[in-house]
């Protein structure tokens, strides 16, 4: 293997910078030609290609976004963009790929490889830490702690007006952001797809505060939450309990930007090294991931399709915490 290129895709992540900064250093410290693949597949299929240097990488390990930029391309989900992709490759010479995304680049790059057999690692860039064979991704600490320093100046006015706050974290299906944001945060209660908390067990324990003379809550709920999104859960929570004064927080895109944390950057590095000297020991078509400090490769189906279960003592903790 001679040429390899490096795409980030789907949504941005804080280290996706410093992912791609390993793959660039690492392939030109082995001898490798590398080429930036701009714009996910989408600039895969326009052929959007240029080779990088190591001063190609200088100076953007600390940014947040992606100096590859990133989009969900719909036309790589057609056989026609896919060929076209392949064409684009073949014409540059492009013998490996390195992916750095979650779920959707996982998936395509899992069907490219079976149609046009290129090989293909990848390395876990999302905020929303829902992807099997890595304990954290690439982006993840860093959101949480974006979230959390926004929960704690919601806090400071929840307090000041004795109010309830709602506030909503990202993480698609998944209440791994919201894990540490309500345990972080002093949350009183928290609210995941992947436990049941019914509007029934939210006023009960809003009372239960109220009668023990708490004046200000803070409830955090994963965008994913079953009960309904974060406006919906509020309007219902005050029909029952009117006299609390509420508000709707939602924390949106702020925390898939920003600086990268120490963590972040780090895995982001080490991953990054993984994917091109796996890509050269003939992996292909799996994710990189670090699981319980060890380095591990997992297939891509399994990334996707096998679900990475939250600690239920986690739920447990908060309500705990929060007595
Ligand atoms: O996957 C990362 C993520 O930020 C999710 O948490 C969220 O559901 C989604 O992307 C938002 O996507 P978009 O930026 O396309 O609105």
């Known amino acids: 293997m001679k040429k390899i290129g490096v795409f980030t895709s789907g949504g941005d992540a804080p280290g996706m910078n410093a992912c791609i900064r390993a793959v660039v250093r690492a392939s030109i410290y082995h001898g490798l030609e590398i080429y930036g693949i701009q714009r ?8 959007e290609i240029f080779q990088m240097q190591s001063t190609s990488v200088s100076n953007i390990i600390q940014k947040g976004g992606t100096i590859l930029k990133s989009a ?49 690692l990848g390395a876990p860039g999302t905020i929303d830490n829902d992807l099997y064979g890595t304990d954290y991704t690439i982006g993840y600490d860093t959101a949480v702690n974006t979230a959390l320093d926004a929960i704690d100046k919601i806090r400071d006015t929840a307090d000041s007006h004795e109010r309830l706050f709602f506030v909503e974290v990202m993480g698609r299906d998944s209440g791994y952001i919201a894990i540490p944001c309500a345990i972080g945060g002093g949350a ?84 990054g090294i993984a994917c091109v000297e796996g890509l050269m020991a003939g992996r292909t078509n799996e994710m990189a991931g670090i699981v319980n400090s060890e380095l591990v490769f997992t297939p891509f189906i399994d990334t996707i399709t096998k679900k990475k279960m939250i600690n239920p003592n986690y739920t447990r903790m908060v309500d705990i915490l929060s007595v």
């Not at 996910?40 to 052929?47: A, D, F, K, P």
């Not at 992709?85 to 490889?113: M, P």
């Open 40 to 47: 996910g597949y989408n600039g895969m299929i326009n052929g």
């Open 188 to 271: 009183e209660i928290v609210m995941i797809p992947e436990a049941l908390t019914s509007i029934e067990a939210v006023t009960a324990s809003l009372t239960q505060g109220r009668n023990k003379n708490k004046t200000s809550f803070v409830i955090v709920i994963a965008e994913g939450e079953k009960e309904g999104n974060s406006t919906v859960i509020a309007r219902q929570v005050s029909e029952v309990l009117p006299h609390l004064d509420s508000r709707v927080t939602i924390l949106g895109h702020v925390q898939r930007g920003g600086k990268p944390t120490a963590s972040d950057r780090m895995l982001a590095s080490q991953l």
């Open 72 to 120: 969900r391309s719909k036309e790589f989900m057609t056989k026609e963009g896919r060929k076209q992709a392949y064409e684009q490759l073949q014409k540059h010479g492009i013998e490996g790929l390195v992916a750095i995304g979650g779920n959707g680049t996982f998936t395509g790059a899992s069907i490219f490889y079976e149609e046009y057999g290129i090989p293909t």
